[in-house]
């Protein structure tokens, strides 16, 4: 009986700081910006670029810009499902996606923020069809944040940290 008691004790022991460190964050430290991305001309607009996503940091920042369906346009000739623009650049979004042959209803637009080879933050934005307005879509920013800088140094924070924070925010939806 008292080999039962240490052993249960002994689990609550390990299950009570397993909880505890468990809560712990991994040490990631990120701070929410809303000035980041900024969305505008989301209706329909006949001869003028709509559906546009600006981003802005710091001027040596580049911005790693996915899409799952759709395109991204950067100009009349430069387009695709991922695109590396600079900071105070406009991208596009097209609803239309040449490899499923069909107008998109949902997509998921993914910004990575470099400096360098620096991930220094992130945002996701989700893009719904209007049901009411059939070429119109709605955008929505899901995130963004950037990770300071801790004791004068960039975080470590790799593709996989982002990767599946945004993965995250998408399954939420």
């Known amino acids: ?11 609550g022991i390990i299950i009570t700081c397993l ?7 991994t040490g990631i430290k990120e701070q ?10 989301w209706h329909f607009t006949s001869g003028i670029r709509n ?20 395109y991204l346009v950067i100009s009349n000739d430069d387009s695709g499902k991922n695109v590396i623009i600079e900071s105070g650049e406009t991208i596009y979004w097209t609803p239309y996606d040449d490899k499923l042959a069909t107008w998109t209803d949902l997509a998921y637009v993914q910004i990575v923020l470099k400096d360098e080879d620096n991930i220094i933050g992130y ?4 893009i719904k069809q209007n049901p009411e307005y059939g070429l119109n879509y709605d955008a929505e920013i899901l995130k963004s944040v950037v990770f300071p800088k ?24």
Request: aromatic share 6%.
């Open 19 to 25: 909880g505890f460190f468990s809560g712990c964050s």
């Open 123 to 126: 945002a996701i934005i989700e």
């Open 32 to 41: 929410s910006v809303s000035d980041m991305i900024e969305l505008h001309t």
């Open 150 to 173: 801790v004791n004068g140094q960039y975080q470590s924070i790799t593709e996989e940290d982002v990767n599946t924070a945004m993965a995250s925010i998408i399954a939420e939806r």
């Open 51 to 70: 559906n546009a996503i600006k981003v802005k940091h710091t001027d040596n920042t580049v911005f790693e810009c996915t899409v799952d369906k759709g």
């Open 1 to 11: 009986m008292r080999n039962i008691f240490k052993k249960v004790t002994m689990m």
